[in-house]
């Protein structure tokens, strides 16, 4: 069974950055070669949004325009951990971030649909970013 359990989150201001992380269990990155792995979040009253996804099938990440440049997705074999660091936070930036994964999935390279639909999902971390 595929565990993710997410941290790092908290209150920041405009401007800041702040770094969350997703402890997997449950599969080991190095062992699976079609495994796809990201980031989405939501806000009270909003849709869920995709952030940045990364599938190994095809070794890319993905960012969404509305991230791009501002946030890097990031993963440590090693300790079977993906983070996402987000630098020039905007109050629109408030949201609970979850971490999604699932072991075998071939993602496209222009969405994280297929992962938000199939994947398994954290608890997710509340980010907020005060003006």
């Known amino acids: 069974e595929v565990k993710l359990v997410e941290s790092g989150g908290g209150l920041v201001q405009a401007g800041e950055s702040l770094k969350v992380s997703c402890q997997v269990s449950?599969?080991?990155?190095?062992?699976?070669?079609?495994?796809?792995i990201g980031w989405f979040r939501q806000a009270p009253g909003l849709q869920r949004e995709e952030i940045s996804c990364?599938?190994?099938?095809?070794?890319?990440?993905y960012y969404a325009d509305s991230v791009k440049g501002r946030f890097t997705f990031s993963s440590d074999n090693a300790k079977n951990t993906v983070y996402l660091q987000m630098n020039s936070l905007k109050p629109e930036d408030t949201a609970v971030y979850y971490c999604?994964?699932?072991?075998?999935?071939?993602?496209?390279?222009?969405?994280?649909?297929?992962?938000?639909?199939?994947?398994?999902w954290g608890q997710g971390t509340q980010v907020t970013v005060s003006s």
């Open positions: 999604v994964a699932d072991t075998n999935l071939v993602l496209g390279y222009d969405s994280c649909d297929a992962l938000a639909n199939f994947g398994s």
């Open positions: 990364f599938g190994k099938s095809h070794d890319s990440t």
């Open positions: 449950g599969f080991s990155f190095g062992a699976y070669r079609n495994y796809a």
